[in-house]
């Protein structure tokens, strides 16, 4: 419809698309929407705008009227979430800076140990009967993982304290639970424990998809077992590392049940707050009715978490341009691609 | 492949009208008989048989059955709020710290019962701390007297400890404990902390003297104050620093009970500082001891915790809920309970001779003493919550005592 | 070697079952110590029966949540990722992209306007407001995940299906959906397992004793002066059981499943 001159009228209506277009592409929204309406009125109703309306509360007073960043000055000003004494005197250090030892200490160990056992479970035999004893874990509810630490740091009963006590080693022979330090480094290597299973369950099917000629070519070549972990496993394996160190670090700022079952259901992180986190702080808000504070902590974990997964999104966006058909790369091109073939069913490329 | 679809769309169809059905009709049970009245309190186990025979002539007196569910204040704590603010309430009368009523009474939560209930009926004061400006908010019940260190007087005189008079006879008796049995010789109650704020509020009532301790509670003295550092400084964190406690142990009945009062073998830590319930949970109550602190300030005070309930305003049945308040304050109720043992009556009227002995023995510590409410009860949460994990902490590293109190001191200027 | 390591990690579940499973009178000074050893069920059956928060009752309200919480998104979940994967446009790609980054938002982010919707519409403490949520809260995950397994589907049938005249729906119900089953069966292994052992919106939206789930039961089990770890011990192998259970049965869905929901292997 390329019409020379004419008045005002048809010059506009020329851009318009012909009837039939709006027609069709009306008729693919519709069948579009009819498939994804429901999901669309629950997310919207249930997600989207209780984030929105949650990051509107962090901004108002309790009166209703526009605060500022009063709220986000006093819940950060706050002790409970950051505790700067903490330095010199030790635990507790406040929420921020909890989650922030839970990352540091956690995200490494379970890296490793996941890793470790990925690799030592290799080609052994009954390695997946292991390996489902320690994906139980993963299975567990986390209240019920915190109630189960009870039985391993809580004296008499449990296990760690009869243990140092039997070691003569005075100092670790107290109760976990009840002292500020070894209650929270109990539980951050509780949560190494129960987490571990994810870790070793997805680099074990990382290192499937390495080709085992890599491996025997470079032991042919008398490459010693390190060489070959530090040359081809470990770079090859990048991508999956990536993949967990984003969903674990995900995992750990949500942390709040497992502190709840540890402590008896104190709702105040354990012995003097040792233990306590921003899920917890949140929580605590909620329910003394301080919804603006608790939208302010709400909000805060939602900016981290966002963070983080911005990070992968970005690298996984990125990468195939990169390295384009790298069969290991996870890459949304690849969900991207229009036809894949059967045999990749029950398979999806990458999720956060 | 038709019939496999058809199999599945069925399933999901059955299961989901199955489990939609339920859903329903188990919301909403059938009323069978008459309406029970639904009661929510902290006591569970042996504690709870002591409760039931209440509720039991409660519906014998007036035919009204009851339904009572258990639940501690730190699990009411978070999810009253939240239910009040439903309008919604789990029960129709709840048992909780009289600051918290006060608390949920000026939210506009609470039901008056100021013509349910009379102060004339109670021993003198009883409700005032549930009472703004005239209004009375919920009622007292039977109450618990913390008052010191209990032990095994078998044990006690087997081995020739006796009670002590002074401070320094105190600390020598402690140490002559320690050596005999080379462990802590007090057993500190519980890792959840409320056990170590009765411990600590006995010393501020002895050392301090009473007047520290309502102050204190009325927030008009500072933790940080010196009077208040002397005592913590010269009796109960040199206590912690010479190893007197053990670590906060959680209450399990075997374990606490092989500890403190021994059985087979003699007992490793043989003082328990406990409220006067412990009276109910020994296998021989008549041996059971008891010893407050001895020596300290001229006006001393005791500590006595009675336990407080109200009516929310959003049962489902406020009438049943009334007449049930009624009861729990009358004489004929509160003497049912003390018959039982470990509690002492706030109700007028309940004559000396409804005590068992033990009992009788602890009210004889509450001679010449000033009588006062629980601190951290009185002040309420979030403040209570705070200072406990203070303490345990405390009992975890004495040596930042000071540290502590300046914490527990911000808590207190922060409570609203 | 291999099996050390495995029996390494059991060795706190074991902890728990000892204590479950024996009287407390034996394990009290530590469960480790194996004379005297009894074995007894009357700790299950005390949690079981518990007046403060039955089991019995947790478990029934955590199934009658989980069900529903799992059937109702894998439904709508599907549907929705069959639209993102059989009519793509680059406006659809932002918007998929948006609603997978909400699996990065923590629950406590809506915790608040949800409870208050919750109030407007009387469903504080009916155990429909957990099964709507959770429904919500599930389709993110099980929209990418099930897009990606859509679109592995060769085309070609739907295409023959389509010039014989069948309508979208009939083809997405009749031949995409029975080819979808290892892809579902791996959705509602997972959906179930999250739903069940989700404690925090259990614990926002329901403060009715008569209601509570089995994970709200756990921390509950202990009265004023008595901190019962045989209960507590008892009730958590109970709650843990159900999805213990199900993973045992149906393994091999949730090593593919979470392959699936992370990298592909």
Redesign the interface.
């Known amino acids: 419809m390329n019409r020379r001159g004419g008045g005002l009228l048809p010059r506009l209506t020329s851009l318009l698309p012909e009837p039939a277009t709006i027609q069709r592409w009306l008729r693919s929204q519709a069948k579009f929407l009819s498939f994804f309406l429901p999901a669309a009125i629950l997310l919207v109703v249930l997600v989207i705008y209780p984030i929105a309306a949650t990051l509107t509360l962090s901004f108002l007073g309790p009166d209703g009227g526009f605060a500022g960043l009063q709220n986000y000055g006093s819940v950060l000003g706050s002790p409970d979430t950051f505790n700067s004494a903490c330095l010199q005197q030790g635990l507790p250090c406040g929420t921020l800076l909890n989650n922030l030892i839970w990352t540091g200490i956690h995200l490494p160990l379970t890296l490793f140990m996941g890793l470790f056992l990925a690799v030592l479970l290799q080609n052994v035999r009954g390695a997946s009967i292991v390996k489902s004893l320690v994906f139980l874990g993963m299975v567990t509810p986390l209240i019920v993982i915190g109630v189960v630490l009870r039985f391993i740091l809580e004296a008499p009963i449990g296990l760690v304290p009869g243990f140092f006590d039997w070691l003569g080693i005075r100092s670790l022979a107290v109760n976990w639970i009840a002292n500020p330090s070894t209650l929270l480094f109990g539980l951050i290597l509780g949560t190494v424990w129960s987490w571990t299973g994810f870790s070793m369950v997805v680099y074990s099917a990382g290192l499937t998809t390495i080709p085992k000629d890599y491996f025997e070519a470079a032991r042919v070549d008398g490459a010693s077992e390190w060489q070959i972990f530090r040359k081809i496993t470990w770079p090859l394996l990048r991508p999956v590392t990536l993949v967990i160190v984003t969903m674990t670090i995900l995992w750990e700022l949500k942390l709040f049940d497992i502190v709840i079952g540890a402590t008896a259901g104190s709702q105040q992180g354990g012995v003097g707050g040792a233990a306590d986190v921003l899920a917890l702080q949140m929580y605590r808000y909620f329910f003394i009715i301080d919804y603006n504070r608790a939208a302010v902590v709400a909000t805060l974990l939602t900016i981290f978490t966002l963070i983080v997964a911005v990070v992968l999104f970005r690298r996984l966006l990125t990468a195939p341009r990169r390295k384009k058909r790298r069969r290991l790369t996870p890459s949304v091109r690849r969900m991207e691609a229009r036809r894949v073939g059967p045999e990749e069913a029950g398979g999806s490329e990458v999720v956060t | 492949m038709p019939i496999l679809v058809i199999a599945i769309v069925a399933v999901v169809i059955v299961s989901s009208l199955v489990t939609g059905f339920a859903v329903y009709y188990l919301a909403t049970p059938p009323a069978v008989g008459p309406v029970p009245v639904q009661v929510i309190g902290p006591w569970a186990g042996s504690e709870w048989s002591k409760f039931k025979p209440v509720l039991d002539k409660f519906k014998t007196v007036t035919g009204i059955p009851y339904q009572y569910t258990t639940s501690r204040q730190e699990d009411l704590t978070p999810t009253l709020p939240i239910s009040f603010q439903a309008q919604q309430s789990p029960a129709d009368v709840i048992f909780m710290p009289s600051a918290t009523i006060k608390q949920y009474a000026t939210r506009g939560w609470v039901t008056e019962l100021t013509t349910t209930l009379s102060p004339s009926s109670y021993q003198p004061g009883a409700l005032d701390p549930l009472t703004v400006s005239g209004k009375i908010w919920g009622g007292a019940y039977t109450g618990k007297v913390k008052p010191g260190f209990w032990y095994n007087v078998s044990y006690f005189n087997a081995n020739g400890f006796q009670a002590p008079t002074t401070w320094a006879g105190f600390v020598s008796l402690l140490w002559a404990l320690k050596n005999k049995t080379g462990q802590a010789p007090i057993l500190a109650g519980d890792g959840v902390g409320w056990p170590l704020s009765d411990v600590t509020e006995h010393f501020i009532a002895t050392y301090g003297g009473a007047a520290m301790h309502q102050a204190l509670a009325q927030r008009t003295l500072a933790w940080t104050d010196a009077k208040v550092q002397a005592v913590f400084q010269n009796y109960l964190v040199p206590t912690l620093q010479n190893g007197f406690w053990t670590q906060p142990l959680t209450w399990n009945d075997p374990a606490v009970l092989a500890s403190w009062w021994g059985g087979t073998t003699p007992p490793t830590h043989p003082l328990y500082f406990m409220g006067s319930w412990i009276t109910g949970m020994v296998p021989n109550p008549n041996d059971l001891g008891v010893f407050s602190l001895p020596g300290g300030a001229s006006t001393q005070g005791i500590v006595f915790a009675a336990d407080y309930f109200f009516v929310p305003k959003y049962g489902l049945h406020q009438d049943l809920g009334k007449r049930l308040a009624a009861f729990l304050g009358s004489e004929a109720a509160q003497e049912e309970q003390v018959k039982q043992g470990g509690h002492i009556a706030t109700a007028a009227g309940v004559p000396a001779s409804a005590y068992p002995t033990v009992d009788a023995r602890v009210a004889g510590l509450l001679q010449g003493k000033v009588v006062l409410a629980d601190l951290d009860d009185t002040i309420g949460n979030p403040f209570q919550g705070k200072f406990w994990s203070e303490l345990q902490k405390l009992w975890a590293t004495p040596a930042q005592w000071q540290t502590i109190l300046a914490e527990i001191q911000a808590a207190a200027v922060a409570q609203p | 070697?291999?099996?050390g390591?495995?029996?390494a990690?059991?060795?706190?579940?074991v902890?728990?079952a000892m204590?479950a499973f024996r009287p407390?009178?034996q394990?009290?000074?530590?469960?480790?110590n194996l004379s005297p050893f009894t074995v007894t069920v009357d700790n299950l059956i005390a949690a079981w029966n518990?007046?403060?928060?039955p089991l019995s009752l947790g478990l029934?309200d955590s199934f009658?949540v989980a069900?529903?919480a799992t059937?109702?998104?894998m439904?709508?979940?599907a549907?929705?990722g069959?639209?993102?994967a059989r009519?793509q446009?680059r406006t659809?790609d932002y918007v998929f992209?948006s609603?997978?980054?909400?699996?990065?938002?923590?629950?406590?982010?809506?915790?608040?306007?949800?409870?208050?919707?919750?109030?407007a519409l009387h469903l504080?403490?009916?155990?429909?407001s957990l099964?709507?949520?959770h429904?919500?809260?599930g389709?993110?995950?099980i929209?990418?995940?099930m897009?990606?397994?859509f679109?592995?589907?060769?085309?070609e049938i739907e295409e023959a299906a389509r010039v014989d005249g069948a309508s979208?729906?009939k083809i997405?119900?009749?031949i995409v959906?029975?080819m979808s089953?290892?892809?579902m069966a791996?959705v509602v292994v997972f959906q179930f397992?999250w739903v069940?052992?989700d404690?925090?919106f259990a614990?926002?939206l329901i403060?009715?004793?008569n209601w509570y789930l089995s994970?709200q039961c756990?921390?509950?089990l202990?009265?004023?002066?008595?901190?019962?770890?045989?209960l507590?011990?008892a009730?958590?192998i109970l709650?843990?059981s159900v999805?213990?259970a199900?993973?045992?049965i149906l393994?091999r869905f949730?090593?593919?499943g979470?392959?699936?929901?992370?990298?592909?292997?």
């Open positions: 070697m291999a099996w390591i495995g029996l990690w059991m060795l706190p579940f902890g728990v204590v407390l009178s394990t009290s000074f530590g469960w480790w518990n007046p403060g928060c029934r009658l069900l529903p059937i109702i998104p439904f709508v979940g549907l929705a069959y639209g993102f009519f446009t659809r992209l609603v997978v980054l909400l699996m990065a938002v923590p629950q406590m982010m809506v915790a608040v306007p949800v409870y208050n919707l919750m109030i504080v403490s009916s155990l429909w099964i709507l949520l429904s919500a809260w389709i993110p995950w929209l990418l995940f897009r990606n397994f679109r592995s589907l060769p085309p979208d729906f997405f119900f009749r959906l029975p089953l290892p892809a791996a397992m069940w052992n404690f925090f614990q926002v403060q009715n004793a994970t756990v921390p509950r202990v009265g004023q002066y008595v901190r019962p770890f045989d507590l011990s009730a958590a709650t843990m999805p213990v199900l993973y045992i393994q949730y090593i593919r979470l392959i699936g929901w992370t990298i592909k292997g």
